[in-house]
């Protein structure tokens, strides 16, 4: 089982639905949780982080955590054309040791 | 406001040349990181400085060297450049290896390199 796992994708939504991402990790120490955006071309961007067991809003962002599964989700609502991207999920392990992060989803919102 | 620079940002190597990729970053980081981008593989980890004075391989480290000069500044060196070293090189900064647990890393702009 590899380490962080996503679902590649493509993932198409129609503008203006919610966007599912998803994320699986095998490290039950892991802590902390982040999703970054790429878009083509460009580098990754932290969009939202979390740590505890739950959901964590930021305007149209949720992520959402559930240890006991392993697995991490980012939904974006509302989503737009301009939230087409390469979202990349990424955890850190048990330990001070580098993030390891997921291949990436990548996202197309359709007009 | 500079975050994260490296240099250059654009390259085209020979097999065989040599080169060295500059990155800095100015939000007083503790660790520094060297990833490659590739189609279909996402970010690989190269090497890691958690800390001034401190290298460590990554996931793929053969064929790269680095260097942590200070704590602003870490390079990574192709010391013979192979067409499999054809990628995006991206540079990254955070308080330490894990992550801050609210910051993460930032990333710099990125380098394309083509080796031919």
């Known amino acids: 089982q590899k380490e962080v796992e996503q679902n590649s994708g493509p993932l198409s939504v129609p503008e203006g639905a919610i966007a599912s991402l998803n994320c699986t990790y095998s490290?039950?120490?892991?802590?902390?949780f982040f999703w970054y955006r790429q878009y083509s071309g460009k580098s990754p961007e932290l969009i939202m982080f979390?740590?505890?067991?739950g959901d964590k809003e930021d305007g149209r962002f949720t992520a959402q955590l559930n240890k006991a599964s392993q697995y991490v989700s980012l939904l974006i609502r509302d989503s737009q054309p301009s939230d087409s991207a390469t979202y990349l999920c990424?955890?850190?392990?048990?330990?001070?040791?580098?993030?390891?992060f997921g291949k990436g989803t990548r996202l197309s919102v359709i007009a | 406001n500079a975050g994260v620079t490296q240099t250059p940002k654009f390259q085209v190597l020979k097999t065989g040349q040599s080169m060295t990729l500059q990155c800095a970053q100015d939000?007083?980081?503790?660790?520094m990181y060297w990833y490659r981008q590739d189609p279909g593989m996402g970010l690989r980890l190269i090497y890691y400085?958690?800390?001034?004075?401190?290298?460590d391989k990554g996931e793929v480290p053969n064929g790269y060297n680095v260097s942590r000069l200070n704590k602003r500044e870490f390079s990574l060196r192709l010391e013979s450049a192979a067409p499999s070293q054809t990628s995006v090189y991206f540079c990254?900064?955070?308080?330490?290896?894990?992550?801050?647990?609210?910051?993460?890393?930032?990333f710099g702009s990125g380098t394309r390199l083509t080796v031919v």
């Open positions: 490290d039950r120490g892991s802590q902390s």
């Open positions: 990254a900064s955070s308080e330490s290896p894990g992550g801050s647990w609210n910051y993460g890393y930032t």
């Open positions: 939000m007083n980081h503790n660790s």
């Open positions: 990424a955890v850190n392990r048990a330990g001070n040791t580098p993030l390891v």
């Open positions: 400085s958690a800390s001034e004075g401190t290298t």
């Open positions: 979390i740590y505890s067991n």
